[in-house]
């Protein structure tokens, strides 16, 4: 047998001439432009959200002068008023007012109101007046204001009514104090939250036009 020759090692090659080229730099992702509003744009979103405020509270009052029109039980009456007066207001100011008072159309109507409302308008509506004028004099920091105001009168009345006429009990029920304010609290709170949106709304525009005018060569 013959032995099979050893291998011969072989030596590495040189790389010492070869140059390494550095990779290119990755090319950026491009980057999606906002859209620049025109001043028409702007005009005419300005003009449709106005069209839609003022509809929106003709047919919150309709809503309620149909609801004030129809007999019904005086403790949904009392919610449908307040609460209804409440979120019309936030379509414009006079909207509330005159849902304010639709709460006497009831006496117009083919079939009297109940007798309670002999009570509950003067009451309630006095209460829900001088809501409306706090509610009108600032932005959402007056509303928990209207809201101890609205609620002080009615449970004031409620405790020390009877002592002024022992007749005026109506105050004092419970069943009248958890709806009146249970209406309040819900007009009032969507008016925050939307009083808060709108802010927040504004900030973010007031920011955008800032960049707009940035971005706009000279």
Same mark, same amino acid.
Request: charged share 15%.
């Given at each position: 047998?013959?032995?099979? /020759?050893? @291998?011969?090692?072989?030596?590495? @090659? ?25 001043p ?10 106005? &069209? ?16 004030? %029109? *129809?007999?019904?039980? %005086?403790?949904?009456?009392l919610?449908?008023?307040?609460l209804?007066?409440?979120l ?5 100011? %006079? ?12 006496? &117009?109507s ?6 309670? %409302? ?25 509303? /928990? ?16 009514? *009877? ?7 109506? /105050?004092?029920?419970? *069943? ?12 009032l ?30």
């Amino acid at each position: 047998m013959t032995d099979r /020759p050893e @291998p011969t090692p072989t030596s590495p @090659p040189d790389l010492a001439g070869v140059t390494v080229e550095p990779q290119a730099p990755a090319p950026p992702l491009p980057t999606r432009r906002r859209r620049i509003r025109t001043p028409a744009e702007l005009r005419h979103r300005g003009q449709f959200l106005d &069209f839609l405020r003022i509809f929106g509270g003709i047919m919150t009052v309709l809503a309620l002068a149909y609801f004030m %029109w *129809t007999p019904g039980e %005086w403790s949904n009456l009392l919610l449908v008023w307040v609460l209804l007066t409440l979120l019309s207001d936030e379509f414009g100011g %006079w909207f509330g007012y005159i849902g304010l008072a639709l709460g006497g159309l009831g006496y &117009f109507s083919p079939e009297p109101p109940p007798a309670q %409302w002999l009570v509950i308008l003067p009451l309630v509506g006095g209460a829900l007046f001088a809501t409306l004028l706090i509610k009108h004099s600032g932005g959402p920091l007056v509303l /928990p204001f209207a809201a101890v105001l609205y609620a002080g009168v009615l449970l004031a009345v409620g405790r020390y009514g *009877t002592k002024i006429d022992p007749q005026l009990t109506l /105050p004092a029920n419970a *069943t009248f104090q958890r709806t009146a304010l249970l209406a309040m609290g819900l007009g009032l709170g969507f008016s925050f939250v939307r009083q808060l949106t709108g802010i927040i709304y504004r900030a973010v525009l007031r920011r955008q036009a800032r960049q707009d005018a940035g971005s706009v060569p000279a």
